[in-house]
C-alpha cells in the first residue's frame, strides 16, 4: 500500500474492524448450525470420543461425538458419589490416588468437577451428560488496555440447546440430585461445608456448661469449657468406639419405640389432613375466579364478532383477561395433594436393620469409600446429643435427639414433607449411664 499516513491507517482500521465483525457473525451462524444438526461445534468434553466420517459425497463430517466406556463409567462415579454427599475435592483425590487420568491427561481438581455456577461450566453442570448440546454459553472478550482476554457468561436465553439422546450418560434423577447439591453448597458458607473427621464431631454438647463435646486426646472425647478454662465442672471423658457404640445403640433401640412411632403417624396424618382441607378451599376459590374470567373471555370475543363498541380496547381487554386466565391455569397446576405415606407397623424393624447395615459400614475399615457416604447418612439422624456427668458410678450419660422425620425416611426409602413437621423434630432418648 506504499507509505500509511494517518488517513489510510483510520480507513483500514476500519474496515478491519468490520471484517473482524463480520467473521465473527459467520462463525457463530455456522456454530449455530453444526449444533441443530447435533454436531459438536467446540472441544471434546470428558466422557466421549470423535466418530468424524466421510458423507456419501467424500466430505468429511466433523463434531460427530459417541460415548467412552471407560470414561463414561467414571463421569457416572463422580456423579454418584457427589450426589451422596461427598466432596469434589474428596472425590479428585481419590481419583488421582487411583491414578485416573484427568480430562487432560494430567491430575484432577475440584474445580474440574464442580466448575463455577455463573459460567455454567464444570463436569457436574455440563448437560451434555443428560442428552443436551448447549452452545453460546459464553463469550471471548478482549480487555483494550491490557489486550487480556476475558470469557464472560452469556444470558441463557440466548443459549442454542440440541437434544442428543443417544449421548446421555447420567439418568435424570442422578442428574437433578446433583444439582440439588450444588444448589445448596453454592448458598452454605464454606466452613460450614467442610467434612467433620470423625463421626460424631460437633454434634455432642455439654449438659452442664453447653460447650461443645471435644476431642481432647488422641482417642477420647470431653467437654470443651472444662479444659479451655470456661469453669465447667464436667470433666468425665468417653472413648472414640465407646461414645460411637453408645450413640448408634440408641438410634437402633430407642429413638424408635412403638410409642413415639404411633405419635408421629398420628400427628402426621392429622397435619396431612389439614392441608388437604385448606387445598380443597383454594382449589375451590381459584376454580370459581376461572370460571368467571372463562365467561368474561366467551363475552369479549361474542362483543369483537358483532362488531360491538371500539375494537382496540375490546381487545386489550381481552388480553388482560387471558393473562388472568393463565394465572389462575398456573396456580390451579401449583396445587398439588400432599399424599399421606402408609407406615407399616413393622417400620422400627426395618429403620433398626437400616441402621445396623451402615454400622457395619462404619465398623469395616477396609472400605473407607463405604465409609465416608455412611457418616453423612448417619448424622442427619441425630438432632442433638447431651452428654452430662453420671449420676452414679463413673462415665457419663448421653441424651440423644433424633430426628424422626429422616428416620422413617430411611426406612420407608420414601420422603416425607417438611412443611408442619417442626414439632415432631425432637424424639428424645436417654442412654443408661456406663
Given at each position: 500500500?506504499?507509505?500509511?499516513?494517518?488517513?489510510?491507517g483510520?480507513?483500514?482500521?476500519?474496515?478491519?474492524?468490520?471484517?473482524?465483525?463480520?467473521?465473527a457473525?459467520?462463525?457463530k451462524?455456522?456454530?449455530?448450525?453444526?449444533?441443530?444438526?447435533?454436531?459438536?461445534?467446540?472441544?471434546?468434553?470428558?466422557?466421549?470420543?470423535?466418530?468424524?466420517?466421510?458423507?456419501?459425497?467424500?466430505r468429511?463430517?466433523?463434531?460427530l461425538?459417541?460415548i467412552?466406556?471407560?470414561?463414561?463409567?467414571?463421569?457416572?462415579?463422580?456423579?454418584?458419589?457427589?450426589?451422596?454427599?461427598q466432596?469434589?475435592?474428596?472425590i479428585?483425590?481419590?481419583?488421582?490416588?487411583?491414578?485416573?487420568?484427568?480430562?487432560?491427561?494430567?491430575?484432577?481438581?475440584?474445580?474440574?468437577?464442580?466448575?463455577?455456577r455463573?459460567?455454567?461450566?464444570?463436569?457436574?453442570?455440563?448437560?451434555?451428560y443428560?442428552?443436551e448440546?448447549v452452545?453460546?454459553?459464553?463469550?471471548?472478550?478482549?480487555?483494550?488496555?491490557?489486550?487480556?482476554?476475558?470469557?464472560?457468561?452469556?444470558?441463557?436465553?440466548?443459549?442454542?440447546m440440541?437434544?442428543?439422546?443417544?449421548?446421555?450418560?447420567i439418568?435424570?434423577?442422578?442428574?437433578d440430585q446433583?444439582?440439588?447439591?450444588?444448589?445448596?453448597?453454592?448458598?452454605?458458607?464454606?466452613?460450614?461445608?467442610?467434612?467433620?473427621?470423625?463421626?460424631?464431631?460437633g454434634m455432642?454438647?455439654c449438659?452442664?456448661?453447653?460447650a461443645?463435646?471435644?476431642?481432647?486426646?488422641?482417642?477420647?472425647?470431653?467437654?470443651?469449657?472444662?479444659?479451655?478454662?470456661?469453669?465447667?465442672?464436667?470433666?468425665?471423658?468417653?472413648?472414640?468406639?465407646?461414645?460411637?457404640?453408645?450413640?448408634l445403640?440408641?438410634?437402633?433401640?430407642?429413638?424408635?419405640?412403638?410409642e413415639?412411632?404411633?405419635?408421629?403417624?398420628s400427628?402426621?396424618?392429622?397435619?396431612s389432613?389439614?392441608r388437604?382441607?385448606?387445598?380443597c378451599?383454594?382449589?375451590?376459590?381459584?376454580?370459581?375466579?376461572?370460571?368467571?374470567?372463562?365467561?368474561?373471555?366467551?363475552?369479549?370475543?361474542?362483543?369483537?364478532?358483532?362488531?360491538?363498541?371500539?375494537?382496540?380496547?375490546?381487545?386489550?381487554?381481552?388480553?388482560?383477561?387471558?393473562?388472568?386466565?393463565?394465572a389462575f391455569?398456573e396456580?390451579l397446576?401449583?396445587?398439588?395433594?400432599?399424599?399421606?405415606i402408609?407406615?407399616?407397623?413393622?417400620?422400627?424393624?426395618?429403620?433398626?436393620?437400616?441402621?445396623?447395615?451402615?454400622?457395619?459400614?462404619?465398623?469395616?475399615?477396609?472400605?473407607?469409600?463405604?465409609?465416608?457416604?455412611?457418616i453423612p447418612?448417619?448424622?442427619?439422624?441425630?438432632?442433638?446429643i447431651?452428654?452430662?456427668?453420671?449420676e452414679?458410678?463413673?462415665?457419663?450419660?448421653?441424651?440423644?435427639?433424633?430426628?424422626?422425620?429422616?428416620?422413617i425416611?430411611?426406612?420407608t426409602?420414601?420422603?416425607?414433607?417438611?412443611?408442619?413437621?417442626?414439632?415432631?423434630?425432637?424424639v428424645?432418648?436417654?442412654?443408661?449411664?456406663?
Amino acid at each position: 500500500d506504499g507509505e500509511i499516513d494517518a488517513f489510510k491507517g483510520a480507513i483500514k482500521g476500519l474496515l478491519d474492524e468490520q471484517q473482524r465483525k463480520e467473521l465473527a457473525h459467520n462463525i457463530k451462524r455456522a456454530q449455530r448450525g453444526r449444533v441443530a444438526e447435533g454436531r459438536a461445534p467446540a472441544g471434546l468434553a470428558y466422557g466421549y470420543r470423535t466418530c468424524n466420517r466421510i458423507d456419501e459425497r467424500g466430505r468429511f463430517i466433523r463434531g460427530l461425538r459417541e460415548i467412552d466406556p471407560e470414561q463414561a463409567d467414571i463421569v457416572r462415579r463422580i456423579f454418584g458419589e457427589y450426589a451422596a454427599g461427598q466432596s469434589a475435592r474428596a472425590i479428585a483425590e481419590r481419583l488421582n490416588v487411583e491414578r485416573v487420568p484427568g480430562p487432560r491427561g494430567g491430575l484432577w481438581k475440584s474445580n474440574t468437577i464442580t466448575g463455577g455456577r455463573q459460567r455454567a461450566d464444570g463436569m457436574l453442570r455440563n448437560r451434555l451428560y443428560i442428552g443436551e448440546l448447549v452452545h453460546n454459553r459464553t463469550s471471548k472478550i478482549v480487555e483494550p488496555v491490557s489486550r487480556n482476554t476475558r470469557i464472560r457468561p452469556n444470558r441463557a436465553e440466548t443459549w442454542a440447546m440440541q437434544p442428543v439422546p443417544m449421548l446421555r450418560v447420567i439418568d435424570q434423577a442422578v442428574w437433578d440430585q446433583v444439582q440439588a447439591q450444588l444448589e445448596a453448597r453454592s448458598q452454605t458458607p464454606i466452613h460450614v461445608q467442610r467434612r467433620p473427621k470423625h463421626l460424631l464431631s460437633g454434634m455432642g454438647r455439654c449438659g452442664i456448661c453447653g460447650a461443645g463435646w471435644i476431642r481432647i486426646r488422641s482417642g477420647y472425647w470431653g467437654c470443651a469449657g472444662a479444659r479451655n478454662g470456661a469453669g465447667c465442672t464436667n470433666t468425665r471423658i468417653i472413648s472414640d468406639e465407646r461414645y460411637e457404640q453408645r450413640v448408634l445403640s440408641g438410634l437402633k433401640e430407642r429413638l424408635l419405640d412403638p410409642e413415639a412411632v404411633a405419635l408421629f403417624v398420628s400427628e402426621y396424618r392429622a397435619e396431612s389432613a389439614r392441608r388437604d382441607r385448606e387445598e380443597c378451599q383454594d382449589r375451590a376459590t381459584i376454580e370459581r375466579k376461572l370460571t368467571q374470567v372463562t365467561g368474561r373471555i366467551e363475552r369479549l370475543v361474542n362483543a369483537i364478532a358483532d362488531g360491538v363498541g371500539n375494537f382496540p380496547d375490546i381487545r386489550d381487554k381481552l388480553l388482560e383477561v387471558r393473562a388472568q386466565r393463565e394465572a389462575f391455569n398456573e396456580e390451579l397446576a401449583a396445587l398439588q395433594s400432599k399424599r399421606v405415606i402408609a407406615l407399616h407397623p413393622s417400620i422400627a424393624n426395618d429403620y433398626r436393620r437400616e441402621v445396623e447395615s451402615i454400622s457395619r459400614v462404619l465398623a469395616d475399615g477396609d472400605s473407607p469409600e463405604a465409609r465416608l457416604e455412611a457418616i453423612p447418612r448417619i448424622r442427619s439422624l441425630i438432632d442433638s446429643i447431651v452428654l452430662t456427668p453420671a449420676e452414679q458410678g463413673r462415665g457419663v450419660s448421653i441424651e440423644l435427639g433424633g430426628r424422626l422425620v429422616r428416620m422413617i425416611e430411611l426406612a420407608t426409602g420414601q420422603q416425607l414433607p417438611e412443611a408442619g413437621m417442626i414439632m415432631l423434630e425432637r424424639v428424645k432418648g436417654i442412654e443408661p449411664s456406663s
